[in-house]
């Protein structure tokens, strides 16, 4: 059964990270945060957190750990390099949150069942960008042994509104390159008919009035629409990182059979190039209208 009082690791204190153990906290979760620049972890004392000095300290007495970091290279580091997996209390549950691909999350599942079958590994990608984390809203592909679910649940549904559990360790990576190929999809047609329409002498605002509430624009679509128009590109979902998870699809689907995501990759690499990676997805419009 899960417990009353689930304890709670954070690793990882990137946009999304700081969100999920924001959510945490004011669902009453107690939680231990840790980053590699420390003075990124350290407001969190102020909001009821523990703060710790390395990945092993945050994990020795918690019944869940977060990572949340960029790549399977990042994971691999604080679970080995800098000693979480081993201080990992036994009986934990290690829930793996950001997206690292389908062979970095076998790769890591492998090594526990090698050197820590006594911790239940998790396979769970998030879906959502930074106001939906900040709103513990996200959608959750969770993957992993029945046994974790109740396990996790408190967090889960402190950090999201929609847990989806869809299969072994892997299938949530798999969920989510699929889920990502989407939503690239959908962020490179924003681009493409708002530049248009910019070139066409069409001003944001009409399109958006054409459009909104019509079966063409989500809701999704439709914000993004409203920040072009009032020209904010702050990152929700920094195009450096969409990048990544393009490429990791990719990697398993293959350039020459699936050449229009190909396409976009390439138009996306020669974008980030150009200094733009930070900025959200959205600033593939700012680059095509010229």
Known sequence: MAKATTRLAVLGLGTMGRAMAGSA???????????????????FAERGAKVALTAADAVLEVDVAITMVTDGQAVMSIALDLGMLEALPTGAVWAQMGTIGIEATETIASMLVERRPDVVFIDAPVSGSKVPAEQGKLTIFASGPDEA????????????????????????????????????????????SLALAHRLGLE???????????????????????RIETGDFSPEFPLALALKDVHLALDHAGSERFAVLAALAQEWEQIVEQGFGDEDVTVVTRILQG
Do not use: H, Y
Not at 35 to 40: F, G, L, T
Not at 159 to 166: A, K, N
Not at 207 to 225: H, I, N, Q, R, T
């Open 25 to 43: 906290l004011r669902a009453g979760i107690p939680t231990v945060v840790w980053n590699r620049d420390n003075a990124v972890a350290r407001p």
């Open 149 to 192: 679910q109740q396990r996790v649940e408190l967090v889960f549904a402190a950090i999201g509104d929609r847990t989806l559990w869809v299969g072994p360790v892997g299938t949530g990576s798999r969920m989510k390159l699929v889920n990502n190929t989407l939503l690239a999809f959908g962020a490179e047609g924003v681009a493409n």
């Open 204 to 226: 944001t605002r009409q399109v958006l009035d054409a459009f909104e509430g019509g079966p063409l624009m989500s809701p999704w679509e439709a914000g993004k629409f409203r």
